[in-house]
């Protein structure tokens, strides 16, 4: 079952029509890419895919990440996995010409890692997490560090992580107490802890690269007083050999999803032998840290949306195959003499496979939108430079917390097309609805989400981010209506964009008083408001392009394409948009339910 687990033409359709990602490469950047060059990056994509990691996503859930002896032992088709990313290209994909990459466009890394999150969301985490830790050295570290780590990290041979938690501090990481001590060499000796470190450690990595945060001792509290430091499980000496660094392994994190993804708990410095050298200044790290837990957020709302799409894909090819029941006749009987209905049939069902289709379509085009802001940031200078930024950031915790946790819903309406067999290990959709659980909570809560898109990316630059979005939509709403048949749904979405600006006059007020715990105390339920206004603006653009297709008969896909893509936003605008009205209620009531008052009464 599940032979199926993308769709290529929803990826083309919104790389080439909605997104327009042609329109970048006419920059010198990217101008070695073309179309042609495009189609054959994700041919190879889908066929190593195909290959290579489809085929080992539930052996890898089956037989998981063990911890024995002191060591994380992996399936062994990582290591084949990783050998063939090499070949490809992967860990280097994005990065410059001059420093061994392929010079990507980001919207097509994107698009990319779609695919192979679809296909085996277990491991790609580990490619990623290397490249995303080897740019944070090309940004901000010196020549030498660059020189030392980034040629292998991209050539696979090293693994990257990120080491940013600690027992005591969870999230808050202005607590953050790992301490790092000055060496006459210049160098620093590294002491304390860290867990929920993914891709930490397994038998495929010669070494492995530790961005680590931590406290030069008597730095000021706080998070004014972190830094970053590369910290190897194997140093090199002045002869080029490695020799252990004194960072143990001290176990690896079993968890109810992503089973073949390590996720480890390092002690550095047992044996006071341990350590790292400072990236960019003192007291700075986690602003450099900002850089890969950005890309990483982004990530985490590809593998979300890329496990709900395998999902989506596994429930509407068994409600295609399925037959149960009858529908219902005229007189509100059923027929018992004629053949079952395949379940795909049914309304209900129908419901459910077209939220899945709302959501992963819908959350897979934000996420390209984001990658495109990255390029246009990265090919552009002045206010559009600066405009794409501010966009690309208020867009990000949006980006990931949606897929994260409507995907979740959605992948949950998947089990439930299959019923009973969706609940047994012989069908993977009770697998993914395990292994999506843990993308809500990966790379900040969606609590910490939404107090970022509130408390920071909404007010920033007096609101300019925000104003930039609405914007945005304007403008998509704008091109609806000059569509006869998407008017009514141009005007509805116009109608939530004024209420949205309502909310928001509403929750500044207690800002502008000062009272910012009553401010984002609501936070989570205004990122599920915006969010849904969000993805109804994608799902506009998408409808803009279809209907213009079909009008004009010259779309590069079929009738039935299009048409599905138009029946997909109109059942959003029907039944999802509709819930911000909610939404808005609880934001815009009276009461602070949720704030603690004189004493506590949740008992």
């Known amino acids: 079952m599940a032979d199926q687990y993308v769709s290529m033409n929803n990826l083309r359709f919104l790389l080439y029509d909605v997104h327009k990602v042609e329109e970048i490469l006419n920059s010198e950047l990217y101008s070695d890419y073309d179309r042609d060059g495009i189609d054959i990056l994700l041919d190879a994509a889908k066929d190593l895919a195909d290959k290579e990691y489809h085929p080992y996503s539930a052996a890898m859930d089956e037989k998981p990440v063990v911890y024995e002896d002191g060591k994380i032992i992996a399936h062994p088709q990582l290591g084949r996995i990783i050998e063939k990313a090499a070949e490809a290209g992967i860990f280097g994909s994005y990065f410059s010409y001059e420093n061994g990459g392929m010079q990507l466009p980001l919207i097509l890394f994107g698009a990319t890692n779609h695919i192979y999150h679809a296909a085996n969301n277990h491991v790609v985490g580990y490619m990623n997490l290397t490249s995303g830790a080897a740019n ?12 030392t780590y980034v040629p292998n990290m991209i050539a696979g ?36 802890q860290k867990i929920f470190i993914s891709g930490g450690d397994h038998q495929f990595g010669e070494n492995f690269v530790h961005l680590t945060l931590a406290r030069i001792e008597g730095a000021p509290a706080g998070t004014k007083g972190i830094s970053l430091f590369v910290v190897p499980k194997k140093r090199i000496e002045a002869d080029g050999n490695l020799v252990y660094n004194d960072v143990v392994t001290a176990g690896d994190f079993q968890k109810m999803g992503q089973k073949g993804y390590a996720t480890a708990h390092l002690v550095y410095g047992e044996n006071d032998d341990c350590y790292g050298h400072l990236v960019g200044q003192p007291n700075l790290g986690l602003k450099y840290m900002f850089q890969m837990m950005n890309e990483a957020r982004i990530d985490v709302g590809h593998i979300a949306n890329s496990i709900a799409t395998a999902a989506y894909h596994a429930s509407l090819q068994y409600a295609k195959e399925r037959p149960q029941g009858r529908r219902l006749t005229s007189d509100g ?14 309304p209900d069902v129908r419901r459910m496979l077209l939220l899945q289709k709302a959501v992963v379509e819908g959350g897979l085009s934000i996420l ?8 246009i940031e990265k090919i552009s200078e002045g206010d559009k430079k600066q405009d794409a930024h501010l966009l690309m950031e208020i867009l990000t915790p949006i980006a990931k917390t949606y897929p994260s946790e409507m995907g979740r819903i959605a992948t949950s309406n998947g089990l439930q097309v299959l019923g009973g067999y969706g609940f047994c290990v012989d069908f993977p959709l009770q697998q993914y609805y395990r292994d999506i659980r843990i993308t809500s909570l990966y790379e900040g809560t969606t609590g910490i989400q939404s107090m970022d898109l509130l408390g920071r990316k909404a007010t920033m630059q007096n609101g300019r981010a925000l104003q930039l979005l609405i914007g945005a939509i304007t403008e998509t709403i704008r091109d609806a209506a000059n569509q006869e048949a998407l008017k009514p749904y141009a005007d509805q979405l116009a109608e939530k964009i004024k209420l949205a600006q309502k909310v928001m006059e509403h929750l500044s007020g207690f800002a502008a008083q000062g009272d910012f715990e009553r401010f984002l105390a609501d936070a989570t339920i205004f990122m599920e408001f915006t969010s849904t206004i969000v993805i109804a603006w994608q799902w506009l653009k998408q409808a803009t392009v279809a209907q213009q297709a079909l009008v004009t008969n010259r779309g590069t896909f079929s009738s039935d394409f299009y048409e599905g893509k138009l029946l997909t936003m109109k059942f959003y605008f029907k039944y999802e948009l509709p819930k911000t009205i909610g939404l808005a209620e609880t934001l815009l009531h009276d009461d602070a339910i949720t704030i603690l008052k004189d004493k506590e009464l949740i008992n």
């Open 136 to 147: 944070l050295i090309v940004n901000f570290g010196n020549q030498k560090l660059i020189d």
């Open 157 to 192: 041979k090293w693994m990257g992580t990120m080491a940013l938690t600690e027992p005591q501090a969870g999230s808050s990481l202005s607590d953050v107490s790992t301490t790092a001590y000055p060496q006459e060499d210049g160098a620093y000796k590294i002491k304390g």
């Open 333 to 346: 009987t059923k027929n018992v003499d004629e053949e079952q209905s395949l379940i795909i049939k049914h």
């Open 368 to 375: 390209l939108e984001c990658g495109k802001l990255s390029d």
